[in-house]
């Protein structure tokens, strides 16, 4: 299955921000859609943010206008750009991609391991 490699995320003050990046390894042809998903304790995985192929994205509610993702095709990277972060933003944050085409052939779905996102007060 390809490889997800997550960085970027770490500490920070109320009001701060973040950019996290998400690397497909391998050589890879395409992918239909990359984005980031976070949970937190207690609480059910959730859709922060995708972006397709063509450039449609989606937002979830309580990040738009403060997130912004894009990729790099040619690196084969998203990036999730996060200002004026909240306390309630805090969680671990997993990169996905679905429809991976490579050179290993066809991959359905994978998901990075998850980076720990905090925001204090």
């Not at 990359?34 to 922060?48: D, F, I, K, S, T």
């Not at 206008?65 to 306390?87: A, C, E, H, W």
């Not at 429809?99 to 980076?115: D, E, K, M």
């Amino acid at each position: 299955q390809v490889q997800l490699v997550e960085s970027g995320g770490g500490l920070v003050q109320a009001g701060g921000s973040l950019r996290l990046s998400c690397a497909a390894s391998g050589t890879i042809f395409s992918i239909n859609a990359m984005g980031w998903y976070r949970q937190a304790p207690g609480n059910q995985r959730e859709l922060v943010a995708a972006i397709t192929s063509g450039g449609s994205i989606n937002y979830a509610d309580s990040v738009k206008g403060r997130f912004t993702i894009s990729r790099d095709n040619v690196k084969i990277t998203v990036y999730l750009q996060m200002n004026s972060l909240k306390p309630e933003d805090t969680a671990v944050y997993y990169c996905n991609a679905e429809g991976i085409r490579g050179v290993y052939g066809y991959t359905s779905y994978s998901w990075g391991q998850g980076i720990q996102v905090a925001v204090s007060s």
